[in-house]
């Protein structure tokens, strides 16, 4: 059964940065795309990063520059590094992989960005 688990969220502030943790379980995460997902209070959920292997990745225009990815693939692990929080980045994040045609989630981590 493949799962994903995300943690590292956390109460930072403004400027402030966080590591979060994308850890797959039955499957091997490094062999597919997966992407980061965050749902602000009240909004819909939006897309955030995607990363294929070690250097296709791409990031939505809120976040460029500021949220990078690394990798332990011994650990079937994928790491998104938040720098430079804001306000707007408060929001549950979320990773996804589609495994064979079926999309997994994790349960998600709460980002908090607050003074």
Same mark, same amino acid.
């Given at each position: ?6 943690? $590292? ?7 402030? &940065?966080? /590591?979060?943790?994308? =850890?797959? %379980? ?26 294929? $292997? ?7 225009? &809120?976040? /460029?520059?500021?949220? =990078?990815? %690394? ?43 607050? %003074?």
């Amino acid at each position: 059964q493949a799962q994903l688990l995300e943690s $590292g969220g956390g109460t930072v502030q403004p400027g402030g &940065s966080l /590591k979060l943790t994308c =850890t797959a %379980s039955g499957f091997t995460l490094s062999r597919y795309a997966m992407n980061w997902y965050r749902q602000a209070p009240g909004k819909e959920r939006e897309w955030v990063a995607h990363l294929f $292997g070690s250097t296709s990745n791409y990031f939505a225009d &809120s976040i /460029k520059d500021r949220f =990078t990815f %690394s990798r332990d693939d011994a650990k079937n692990t994928v790491y998104l590094h938040l720098n430079n929080l804001k306000s707007e980045d408060t929001a549950v994040y979320y990773c996804n992989a589609r495994v064979f045609g079926t999309e997994y989630w994790g349960t998600g981590t709460l980002v908090t960005v607050s %003074s």
